[in-house]
């Protein structure tokens, strides 16, 4: 059974980094062919895919936010981890990591396991 | 950019009822549309992927159709679990996606 799981803080200040884990069970990213990513979604909005790592550790990254973002793994951990710097209120969300379907065409967004999201509060 | 574009932004519908949300894509996407349900403060499950196929674990009295730009999900008999989000996507390619602005489905 697969299921991931976000951890980190629920309140960062403006101007600070957030760092974000999503602890996994069921895969293990060093497999062939695996890959985690990040969404997140502002309340009330729509969805947006922030990064992915494969289990090569290829990693991929939002066009528009690509500056700010660092995706990482730890394999003996299970972990995915999320830096996020420069945070603005505007990046007021819920974050999920998300497993999609396949790690090929657009099956990498195509996402069939959630964590259960953490919601993260930009604010002075 | 494609853009999704999903009607009606609500729906009010009662157990039992039929319903049908339509999502129209800005270019043609073949089938590369998947349909999401969102319940408040979940994450999103998905229902249906490439137009028409039915996730695994999913009650077969959702039903997805189209091809092309326009596509639509069906809840043949609504069920009080039904009532949430549903959001179209489109997963075109490698390099693209995007979501629709979603449906509230709320109990009339």
């Known amino acids: 059974q697969v299921t991931l799981r976000e951890s980190g803080p629920a309140l960062v200040k403006p101007t600070q980094t957030l760092t974000l884990t999503c602890t996994f069970s069921?895969?293990?990213?060093?497999?062939?062919?695996?890959?985690v990513s990040w969404i997140r979604q502002p309340a009330g909005k729509a969805l947006e895919w922030l990064a992915r790592?494969?289990?090569?550790?290829?990693?991929y990254y939002s066009t528009s936010l690509r500056t700010r973002l660092t995706i990482s793994k730890d394999t003996s951990k299970d972990q995915v981890l999320l830096t996020m710097t420069s945070m603005d209120p505007v990046d007021t969300a819920t974050y999920y990591c998300?497993?999609?379907?396949?790690?090929?065409?657009?099956?990498?967004?195509?996402?069939?396991?959630w964590g259960q999201g953490i919601r993260v509060t930009v604010s002075s | 950019d494609i853009q999704m574009t999903q009607s009606p932004s609500t729906l009010s519908a009662s157990v039992g009822d039929r319903v049908t949300i339509t999502c129209r894509a800005s270019?043609?996407?073949?089938?590369?549309l998947a349909w999401y349900q969102q319940r408040p403060g979940k994450a999103p499950k998905l229902l249906i992927y490439?137009?028409?196929i039915l996730e695994t674990g999913v009650p077969p009295r959702f039903s997805g159709s189209g091809s092309g730009t326009d596509f639509t999900l069906t809840i043949s008999s609504l069920q009080p679990d039904d009532f949430a989000t549903y959001y179209c996507?489109?997963?075109?390619?490698?390099?693209?996606?995007?979501f629709g602005q979603g449906t509230k489905l709320e109990s009339k």
């Open positions: 998300a497993r999609p379907k396949g790690c090929y065409d657009g099956y990498v967004y195509l996402f069939d396991h």
């Open positions: 069921g895969f293990s990213l060093s497999s062939d062919e695996v890959c």
């Open positions: 790592i494969d289990s090569d550790d290829t990693r």
């Open positions: 270019q043609d996407i073949r089938t590369w």
């Open positions: 490439k137009a028409s």
């Open positions: 996507q489109q997963f075109s390619s490698y390099s693209e996606y995007s």
